[in-house]
Structures are given as structure tokens and as C-alpha cells.
């Protein structure tokens, strides 16, 4: 539908798509202008996809693990047939460059529905026997019921996909609201969902804002469960709002993501990763490195090598396959992100490249964009809030440090355990130090590989809750144990 020549977007309902009385804008970031008009839902519009879930449950819980493989596996086939399609719309919506939304957010989103589609066709329960009571006790894992997926809008698809396809895969129907900032692709697959063979009501989606939407499914007394990715500060109303109802939580949240370089580490290597670690997706990766620790007697070389790097990650139109970044997600976002600049300098750090010190060119239909380039910064306090808030842009910080004891301590000394990285060749310090930091997830010589297989999460302020294989098999069903006295 177009209003204006603007793309306006329907709700997903019970497998239809319904008109909403009010809509809100979402912007084209590299351009700055209006790119589609979003329903602005609100406790209405969830009632009625709550109601489409609860009638759709009983007869999609009954269907085999098979029978609901084969829908995600078409669902899955649709998507990848039309990838270049979504990439396109992803890089507009999103602000990212079509490179990234070509090689990973879409083709991730495919992976995701295949990946759960086969590994529920695996999962075993538990058996006991307790001979000398007469027992045999096993457990059964059953569907929760309407599960509540809300998701940010860095990774737009990928991101609600992951909590989509475990969640209809293991047998519950859904309430999906992503990001009011990027719902484009979402409205594009429920278009694909009829296809694939989803009967009406297994997935909805609501678009709209977090207070509106968002709170009223979080709220909602018939959603048992909410599996929510976004920021720290949000998961706080969340926690409070659903706590009345003691509903299944699974949080995932912000990061201060350390990478600890030790001067036997492969330093072109690491160079290269910390670059990509620090700057991909414009730095708006929950995962992404946002403070550099390096061992004080390479330190000097590292900075140098680094900022050299950091000027030729290519920041400019997302449309062009040959940049690295686009531009961040809105106006808001990069005057946040600035402002750290801005106080870093205030507070007498250096900034090496980047914002204020390099000018980024753009074609004359950008320049309303939300660019900013990488930026590098030094001689910051590790109590500044530079060094202990998430930025979530390309903004990273260097700091020397001279021993192992104390890089640990400072690089858990922030209130954030989501991801780390660590680089030696030394095998026993990569263990010792892996081991003590204080993150769900620790990458070594390596940044972000994932094997869907493993646990996925965050501790301290992170998150609560792990998803991925086995633990999103745990998260999206009830287990119940059964003794049999025979
Ligand atoms: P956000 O918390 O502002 O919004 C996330 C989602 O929550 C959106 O859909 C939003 O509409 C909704 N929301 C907002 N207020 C709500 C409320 N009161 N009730 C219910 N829903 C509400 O986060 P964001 O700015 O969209 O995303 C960036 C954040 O997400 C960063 O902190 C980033 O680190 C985090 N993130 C974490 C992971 C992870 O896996 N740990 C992955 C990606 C992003």
C-alpha cells in the first residue's frame, strides 16, 4: 500500500493483514527523509493478536516436530528465493550497507528458520529410574503457549527471526513487535507466511512503538512468555511490567565489550578483527568491541597500526557494495553517539580520527544521511562514562595496561558481561584470562564466529537467560517431570 507514495505498513493479525487507524513515520537513514509510515499500535490491536495466537495454539502444539520443520524449511526457501529483495529494503530501513544485509542479515534470518527447523528433530529428555522405589521417572517438554518477541532494530530480521523461528518451531504461536524504526522486513515476510503453510494466527505481528505496543503485550495477562532483545534500560520496565504475571523472561541486552591484546598476540590479525569488531554495522552490534586494552610494550605500534586502519573502513552510501558502514539508525542516535565524542573531549581524551577530526564526503542526496566515521579514542579514564556506558556507534577507546591481573579487573570493572575478546598466542593465558572475564561470551584470536549449537547471552547487566539450541529448546517450552510407579 502507498500513501503519498510512501510505503504504509498493516499488522499481521490471524493471517490477514489489517489496516491501523494511526501510523508513525520511520526514516530512510542514509537520506534522512520519510521512508514508510508504521501502525502505531497499541492494547487494541495486541488484544486481537493475542486472541489470533490462543485459537491458533491447540491444533499448531498438536502437529508433529516434522510437520512444523517442513513449514520453516518452505518459509525459509520463500525468504532465500527473495533475498535480494529483502537486503535491499533491510540497507534502506536500516541504514546498513546492502553488503551487510546481502551476506548476513538476510541470509542469517534464512538460516535461522532451517537451523531450528532440523534441530528440534533432535532434542532428547531426561529418564531416571529409582529401582529400590519401584520408579521410572522421565521428563516431557511441552509449548508455553503465546509467546511475546520484541526486537531492536540493528538487526532488524536476523534478530526477530531468531526469536520467531525457535519459539513456532517448538510448537507455540507468536506476538511479534519489532523495532517502530525498522519493520519493513517483517511486514515483507508475513506476506511469505500464507505460502509457506502457516495456518492463521501461529505467527502475528504488531507494529508500533515500545510504550504502546510493546507495553501491552509485555502486559498482556494471556502471554506467558517474553523474549525480549534491546537495552538494558528497557528490560528494566519490562522485568517490572511482567512481573505481576511471573511471566518466562528471557533478556537480551547492551554491551561494554572489552577485546585484551597481549603483545605476543598476531598483531596484523588482531588489528584487522578489532577494526571490524569495533566499526561493523556502524558499531551498532550488541557484540561490537567498544574499549581496546593493549599490553603497554606494544602499545604505541597497536594505536598507530589501529587508527591507520580504523580511516580505511569505508563509511558512505549504503548502497554502495564497496563501504564498510552506512549510516546510523536516526538523527537521535548519532547526536548520542556524538555527544560521547564530545565528552571525551571535554574530559581532555584524544580523539585520533573520525568525528571532528576527518570529513566524510557524500553525494549531494546524502548529505540529510546519519553518517559518522569510525573514531578512535585515547587517554580516557576508565570511570569516564565513555569508558562504562554502551555507545553503540563507531566509537572505540584504546588503553594501555600493564599487567594480566589488572587488564581482568579493569575489563570486568564495568557494570555491562555480554561479550569479550582476548589475543595471545600463549594457549594457558587465553584460558586463564577467558575464564575470569566476566561475559557470556568470549571470543578468542576471533570475534563473533557463532555456532547456533551454544548458548547465546549475557550476565551482570547483559542480560538474564541464554538462547540457542538446547537453552532456546529449554526457554520456549515448559518441562515437566513424570514418576511412574510400576
Ligand atoms: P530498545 O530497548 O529501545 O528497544 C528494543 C525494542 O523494545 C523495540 O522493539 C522497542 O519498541 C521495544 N520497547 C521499548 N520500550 C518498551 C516498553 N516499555 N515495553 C515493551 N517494549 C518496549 O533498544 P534499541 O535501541 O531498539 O536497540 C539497541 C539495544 O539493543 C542496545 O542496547 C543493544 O546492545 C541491544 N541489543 C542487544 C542484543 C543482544 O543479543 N544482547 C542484540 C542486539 C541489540
Redesign the pocket.
Known amino acids: 500500500m502507498s500513501n503519498q507514495g510512501k510505503l504504509v505498513l498493516e499488522n499481521y493479525i490471524g493471517g490477514k493483514f489489517l489496516p491501523c487507524k494511526k501510523h508513525i513515520d520511520s526514516f530512510n537513514p542514509s537520506i534522512g527523509e520519510v521512508y514508510c509510515r508504521v501502525p502505531d499500535s497499541g492494547a487494541e490491536e495486541v488484544e486481537a493478536a493475542v486472541t489470533a495466537a490462543k485459537e491458533a495454539f491447540p491444533s499448531w502444539s498438536a502437529k508433529s516436530p516434522a510437520e512444523r520443520a517442513q513449514v520453516l524449511n518452505k518459509l525459509a526457501d520463500l525468504l532465500e528465493a527473495r533475498l535480494e529483495e529483502f537486503a535491499q529494503a533491510e540497507s534502506k530501513d536500516q541504514g546498513k550497507t546492502i553488503t551487510a544485509a546481502r551476506n548476513v542479515d538476510i541470509p542469517r534470518a534464512v538460516y535461522n528458520f532451517r537451523y531450528f527447523a532440523s534441530s528440534i528433530l533432535y532434542h532428547t529428555t531426561e529418564c531416571s529410574q529409582m529401582d529400590h522405589m519401584g520408579c521410572v521417572n522421565y521428563t516431557i517438554r511441552c509449548p508455553v503457549g503465546v509467546a511475546g518477541l ?6 532488524p530480521l536476523y ?1 526477530l527471526t531468531w526469536k520467531i523461528a525457535p519459539a513456532v518451531a517448538l510448537g507455540n504461536t507468536v506476538v511479534a ?5 525498522t519493520s519493513v522486513t517483517a511486514w515483507m515476510m508475513c506476506q511469505l507466511l500464507e505460502e509457506a503453510g502457516f495456518p492463521p494466527g501461529v505467527v502475528n505481528i504488531v507494529f ?4 504502546r ?3 501491552a ?2 502486559a498482556h495477562p494471556d502471554v506467558p512468555l517474553i523474549s ?8 528494566r ?2 522485568t517490572e ?1 511482567s512481573a505481576p504475571h511471573y511471566k518466562k523472561l528471557s533478556l ?4 561494554k565489550n572489552p577485546a585484551v591484546v597481549f603483545a605476543d598476540a598476531d598483531l596484523e590479525e588482531c588489528i584487522r578483527t578489532t577494526v571490524r569488531s569495533s566499526f561493523s554495522n556502524q558499531g ?4 561490537c568491541t567498544s574499549r581496546i586494552f593493549v599490553e603497554r610494550s606494544i602499545y604505541p605500534q597497536f594505536l598507530a597500526k589501529f587508527v591507520d586502519a580504523a580511516r580505511q573502513w569505508k563509511t558512505g552510501v549504503p548502497s554502495d557494495p564497496s563501504n564498510n558502514n552506512g549510516a546510523l539508525v536516526s538523527k537521535e ?1 548519532l547526536e548520542k553517539v556524538r555527544g560521547y565524542v564530545f565528552l571525551a573531549r571535554a574530559e581532555g581524551a584524544q580523539v585520533h580520527c573520525g568525528e571532528g577530526v576527518d570529513t566524510l564526503n557524500l553525494p549531494p542526496q546524502n548529505v540529510g544521511g546519519y553518517f559518522m566515521l569510525p573514531t578512535v579514542i585515547t587517554e580516557v579514564k576508565d570511570s569516564s562514562r565513555v569508558m562504562q556506558e ?1 555507545i ?1 556507534g563507531p566509537v572505540t577507546c584504546l588503553t594501555p595496561f600493564e599487567k594480566e591481573e589488572e587488564v581482568i579487573a579493569r575489563a570486568n570493572g564495568v557494570r555491562y558481561g ?1 561479550a569479550a575478546s582476548v589475543w595471545s598466542r600463549d594457549v594457558g593465558r587465553v584460558h586463564r584470562v577467558a575464564k575470569q572475564l566476566q561475559a557470556g561470551m568470549v571470543w578468542t584470536n576471533c570475534w563473533m564466529i557463532r555456532d547456533l549449537n551454544l548458548p ?3 550476565m551482570k547487566c ?2 538474564i537467560g541464554r538462547e540457542g539450541g538446547k537453552d532456546s529448546y529449554h526457554f520456549f517450552t515448559e518441562v515437566k517431570s513424570i514418576t511412574v510407579k510400576h
Not at 513487535?177 to 524504526?181: A, C, L, R, T, V
Not at 537480551?252 to 554491551?255: K, S
Not at 551498532?284 to 557484540?287: A, M, Q, V
Open positions: 520484541i526486537s531492536p532494530w540493528n538487526l534478530l513487535k519489532p523495532s517502530e524504526m508500533g512503538t515500545g510504550p505496543a510493546g507495553d503485550l509485555v525480549f532483545t534491546g537495552s538494558t534500560s528497557t528490560a520496565v519490562i511490567r537480551e541486552l547492551g554491551g551498532e552490534i550488541c557484540l542516535h554502551e553503540f555480554l547465546f547471552g549475557g547483559s542480560g
